[in-house]
Each structure stands twice: as C-alpha cells, then as structure tokens.
C-alpha cells in the first residue's frame, strides 16, 4: 500500500499562490500517471491535474492556465503550483494515483482562499 502525504495548504487571499507538495512511501510511483484531486465542503471529489510517467499534464478546465502539476521521480514527488487563486479553489487537496488507489488516500491539504 503506497502512503501519501501532501503538504504546502493554507490561507491565502484571492489572487495568490500556494504550491503543494505530495510525497509517496515508494519508489512504484515512478511508473504511474499520478493526479491532484480536490474536495469542496458538500460537492464531490474531483481530478483538477494529472500528470504521466512521461510528464505529459492535463488540467480540468476551471483550473486551466492557473495551476501547473509536476513531478521528481528521484524524490517520489509530485507537486501543484497554483497561481491566480479564487475563492472557488477551496477544498482539500488530496494526491493520488490516476486512477486513484483506493487504500492510499492520505488527510489532504487544506486551501482556502479568502479576503
């Protein structure tokens, strides 16, 4: 069972940046597409980035342009520069594998964007 840890939430005003970190407890995840998934209090869990073992990415469209996911094999690292933060953007952060394992959600980070 792969551990993930993400970091790097917080409080932020409309308009800033956070960057999030996800860490996994082993090396299988660099052969795996891994993803930035987030949870908005009463909607469901969705995919906002997705990045592959060749590093191509993908972006749900209300994050387009704004958020960029990368990962550090050599670290089993993935991360989420997010930029031009709106008050839509809260949630909690969670990374996982794209598609995700079941056993390996982690606590997720919280983002709240607010003035």
């Known amino acids: 069972q792969v551990q993930l840890v993400e970091s790097g939430g917080g409080l932020v005003q409309p308009g800033g940046s956070l960057r999030l970190s996800c860490a996994a407890s082993q090396s299988i995840f660099v052969i795996n597409n891994m993803g930035w998934y987030r949870q908005a209090p009463g909607k469901q869990r969705e995919l906002v980035a997705d990045i592959t073992t060749g590093s191509r990415t993908n972006y749900a469209d209300s994050v387009k342009g704004r958020f960029t996911i990368s990962r550090d094999n050599a670290k089993s690292t993935v991360y989420l520069q997010m930029n031009s933060l709106k008050p839509e953007d809260t949630a909690v952060y969670y990374c996982?594998?794209?598609?995700?394992?079941?056993?390996?959600w982690g606590q997720g980070t919280q983002v709240t964007v607010s003035s």
């Open positions: 996982n594998r794209v598609p995700p394992w079941a056993r390996s």
